[in-house]
């Protein structure tokens, strides 16, 4: 493992290893820990008990945080028709058709999320092999796949967020900035835990949620006691 800088390991001192925090401590030591130089993004890391090898425990969708994410996302959408003006008004930075499938095919990617009109899927589709390993693949159960261009824009902009289980049963998703106010960073925290809780797939036996921690962009991560949400 590589060793870690002085900062990493003052800051993982204030942090008790066996325990696990409430909420609110855990977002107060959070901004304690972190002593980077910018403004570190927070993530949320969820170990799950689920087999991801199962179709039937398979975890994957998207939800808006209530105070987003402090990043502004640039969406690029492909449609035809009405759909592009739709989509102009609605905010988006770039949108188009073939145009941009061929600037993509010809490594342009000076933006962070794919909306697609299900007319455009087919095009798209050829895509895959530059966009998959990106995770830029628009989906329908992200809800970036849809004819309501419009709802799927701002949606993005207002803070959207993606979860998706590993191989490993893992999750991660970025909550918002170390510079939000803590009970913002609180608020986005359950309500992201609520959204995993009700996914919990059916087929899932066993505890669940194994093991929940907080961390910063540079900062050690803080075990957070998940047991009221169940």
Do not use: C
């Not at 087919?122 to 159960?141: C, D, T």
């Amino acid at each position: 493992m590589a060793k870690r800088g002085k900062r990493y390991q003052e800051a993982a001192k204030l942090i008790d290893r066996s325990k696990s925090y409430d909420i609110n401590e855990a977002v107060a030591l959070l901004k304690e820990t972190a002593k980077a130089k910018f403004d570190e993004t927070v993530e949320v890391a969820f170990r799950l008990g689920v087999d991801p090898k199962k179709a039937d425990q398979q975890i994957r969708g998207a939800m808006v945080l209530p105070n987003g994410t402090g990043k502004t996302q640039r969406v690029l959408v492909f449609a035809k028709g009405d759909k592009v003006k739709e989509a102009e008004a609605a905010g988006a930075d770039y949108v188009g058709d073939q145009d941009l499938i061929n600037k993509i095919n010809q490594g342009w990617f000076e933006f962070d999320v794919i909306v697609a009109t299900p007319d455009m899927m087919a095009e798209v589709g050829k895509l895959g092999r530059v966009l998959g390993p990106k995770g830029l693949m628009p989906n329908p159960k992200t809800g970036t796949v849809t004819f309501e261009v419009e709802k799927a824009i701002k949606e993005i902009k207002a803070g959207k967020v993606e979860y998706r289980v590993d191989k490993q049963s893992n999750i991660h998703v970025p909550i918002g900035k170390i510079s939000f106010d803590n009970q913002k960073l609180v608020e986005n925290f359950e309500a992201l835990v609520e959204t995993i809780v009700k996914v919990k797939p059916q087929a899932a036996k066993g505890v669940y949620m194994k093991n929940v921690a907080i961390t910063s962009t540079m900062g050690p991560g803080i075990r957070v006691d998940v047991s009221n949400y169940r």
